[in-house]
């Protein structure tokens, strides 16, 4: 089982739909998580971070499940800046060694058309 | 400030030559990483430094080397290079470890032939 998995897509879906990215992990101690996005040919950049409550950006809407290790994403009113990968992120040395490696999912690909 | 910057941005090595990709942080960032990404695939870290001096092995090490003696400094030395290793190569920092964002370079496109 790979650590982080995603639906690669490619996602197409019209301007203002909802869409929902979905995740999974497979280490249950990870502490930390969190969504990027990349866009074509560039580096990845935060988008936010996942925190157990649940939070809020905008448009954009990140849940955590820790007892099914599962985090999603949720787009809703899609525009089309936002056609981009979305890589779903995983600290990949819980416990007590802070070393930050993290752990990408392979990425699901959004393509939102006028 | 500049945040991450990486050199070279392209680059095409014939097999068996070697090279050193460059990246500099401005931020002051104690933790720095180096990533690599193959097409369609998420990214896998090759090392990490969580400070000057400190270095260490990610997920795929082999064939590559590291040195960090500065704070700002983190070149990834490629040894003998092989067609699979053909990738873009990302290097990050970040100011502490788990919780903390990682700021990406733009990134060094590698072709081996």
């Known amino acids: 089982r790979k650590e982080v998995e995603q639906d690669p897509g490619p996602f197409n879906v019209p301007e203002g739909a909802t869409v929902a990215f979905n995740c999974t992990y497979s280490?249950?101690?990870?502490?930390?998580f969190f969504w990027y996005r990349q866009d074509c040919r560039k580096e990845p950049k935060l988008l936010m971070s996942?925190?157990?409550s649940g939070n809020e950006d905008g448009r954009f809407t990140a849940q955590l499940n820790r007892a099914s290790q599962y985090i999603s994403l949720l787009i809703r009113d899609s525009k089309l800046s936002d056609s981009a990968t979305y890589l779903c992120?995983?600290?990949?040395?819980?416990?007590?060694?802070?070393?930050?490696?993290?752990?990408f999912g392979q990425g699901t690909t959004l393509q939102v058309k006028p | 400030n500049a945040g991450v910057t990486q050199t070279p941005k392209f680059r095409i090595l014939k097999i068996g030559q070697s090279m050193t990709l460059q990246c500099t942080q401005d931020?002051?960032?104690?933790?720095m990483y180096w990533y690599r990404q193959d097409p369609g695939m998420g990214l896998k870290l090759i090392y990490y430094?969580?400070?000057?001096?400190?270095?260490d092995k990610g997920e795929v090490p082999n064939g590559y080397n590291v040195s960090r003696s500065t704070t700002e400094d983190f070149p990834l030395r490629l040894e003998l290079a092989a067609p699979s290793q053909t990738s873009v190569y990302f290097c990050?920092?970040?100011?502490?470890?788990?919780?903390?964002?990682?700021?990406f370079g733009p990134g060094t496109r590698l072709t081996v032939l």
């Open positions: 280490n249950s101690a990870s502490q930390s």
């Open positions: 992120v995983v600290n990949g040395s819980p416990g007590s060694s802070n070393t930050g490696k993290l752990i």
């Open positions: 990050a920092s970040s100011k502490t470890g788990t919780y903390n964002e990682q700021f």
């Open positions: 931020m002051n960032h104690n933790y």
């Open positions: 430094s969580v400070g000057a001096g400190i270095t």
């Open positions: 996942v925190y157990s």
